[in-house]
């Protein structure tokens, strides 16, 4: 089990909501930040703020040496090869976006075919069947089976010789199912496909290595694992990012601009152009720091047991389904979940009213809810932070939900 003694690194948790301590069970959405990374973007702006990759003086030195540490902690963090390989961006959106514009637009012909699944959030979708139509490429998605797992023989029946690029979850935002990555990477690369991996809600979760998994692409976001909003990683194997165009064009990712010829600067600057998210990379980094600190492996762990927890005691719930596989070991620390008769989004209304922070919604996953054959669906998500406690208020705040729409509904 977790130390108790981290949540007291998160200001935030310390406080009631309605009147009752907080229980806060929407890390998917994004997590918390600890004191480590207030401070650390605090010290920044008070200190050292300046631009980066300009300055001869001392302030600007110390805004890219502090910048372009951070990158080297996410090259550590991952296992990239080299600082290269690791760009910064927005959030997971702006990476993949990313690839769709500059590989995928200059990879992908007619008749060639996208593969993802249908469990894939909104960010991991859209993109691709905007590629798909613009190319005349056919979007293709590999079945699940009825627990919201993949199997390793649909997989291998989904990615063909046409198939140019495979881009899926690590994890699902909503059935919590953790995909086997670094299989599914073999069989693309089989084919002469890409593997790109929406590491939204792995990456926080576990231990990430790029290499391991031979992924060619992998994005991420900051706000997920600790970090501030607004700051994200897209990891590209080196080979394609050489040769991919920039998708900014601007100050910072040149190397020579003439009136009508310019250069590019070298990789990982040429794909960002601009002046980036100084403070949020910064922030990123003491993140990265944080969660070192604790292990990725006690991370995962301790969502598990909150996971494990957390299936047994909604079971015991008279009208519950969860979705997503029931063994915890095969996913991430979250569950989704409906009672009968109540819609989640009331669920989440009066769980707020207890001060307990779920998501109900699609959870930018309309297909995936289709496939589930539901419009909605409420989710508690687990992080470090978060204790039996915590899962026990839940189950005590849906009991009275319960009881509450029963007399309600009488
Ligand atoms: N993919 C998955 C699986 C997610 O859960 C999310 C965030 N909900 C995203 C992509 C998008 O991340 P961001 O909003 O940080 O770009």
Known sequence: MMKTDIRSYFPILNQEVN???LVYLDSAATSQKPTQVLEAVKHYYEYDNSNVHRGVHTLGNRATDAYEGAREKVRQFINAKSTEEVIFTKGTTNGLNMVAASFGRANVDEGDEIVITYMEHHSNL????QLAKEKNATLK?????????LSIDQVKEAITDRTKIVSIAFASNVLGTVNPIKEIAAIAHAHGAVMIVDGAQGV???HTDVQDLDCDFLAFSGHKMCGPTGIGVLYGKKEHLENMSPIDFGGEMIST???????????????????????????????IDFLETIGMDAIIEHERNLTRYAIEQLNAIDGVSIYGPQDPTKRSGLVTFNIDGIHPHDVATVLDMEGIAVRAGHHCAQPLM????????????????NTEADVARLIEGLRSAKEYFADVNE
């Open 204 to 206: 926080p979760h576990f």
């Open 257 to 287: 601009v003439g009136l009508y010829e310019s250069t590019w600067a070298d990789l990982p600057w040429k794909f960002e152009g601009g002046t980036p998210n100084i403070a949020g990379a910064i922030g990123l980094g003491a993140a």
């Open 141 to 149: 998605y590999i079945d699940m089976n009825p627990d919201g797992t």
């Open 370 to 385: 289709k496939w589930l054959k539901c419009t909605a669906t409420a989710r508690a998500s687990f992080y470090l932070y």
């Open 126 to 129: 859209i993109p691709w069947q």
């Open 19 to 21: 009147g009752h301590p």
